[in-house]
């Protein structure tokens, strides 16, 4: 059993950064796709970002590409997410979550495993 610790989260103004950890303890890390997912207050879970098990592969959110990256250290076993131009619209909690299989990166459904997340909150 995996299980996943997300840390980093905050308060930050907009046009600001944030790195988003997320550390992972039990099973093989290194053999897990790991995603960033995030929801804000009344919405539903949207997909951030993934990554594939060896880092060779990364995927992200239209809304956030060029801004955000995922990137992963196996022999840490933690998965980072940096996040700059923060705008307030990311404001959201945001989970990192884990899966074996190598396609669907986007489909929260077929994540395994999750953390419980990290609130970041960026004002205007």
């Known amino acids: 059993q995996v299980q996943l610790v997300e840390s980093g989260g905050g308060l930050v103004q907009a046009g600001g950064s944030l790195r988003l950890s997320c550390a992972a303890s039990?099973?093989?890390?290194?053999?897990?796709?790991m995603g960033w997912f995030r929801q804000a207050p009344g919405k539903e879970r949207e997909f951030v970002a993934a990554?594939?098990?060896?880092?060779?592969?990364?995927f992200y959110a239209d809304s956030v590409k060029g801004r955000f990256t995922i990137s992963r250290d196996n022999a840490k076993r933690t998965v980072y997410l940096q996040m700059n131009s923060l705008k307030p619209e990311d404001t959201a909690v945001y989970s990192c979550?884990?899966?074996?299989?190598?396609?669907?990166?986007?489909?929260?459904?077929?994540?395994?495993?999750w953390g419980q997340g990290t609130q970041v909150t960026v004002s205007s």
């Open positions: 990554i594939s098990w060896t880092g060779a592969s990364t």
């Open positions: 039990g099973g093989t890390f290194s053999l897990l796709s």
């Open positions: 979550a884990g899966k074996l299989r190598q396609t669907l990166w986007g489909d929260p459904a077929t994540y395994n495993y």
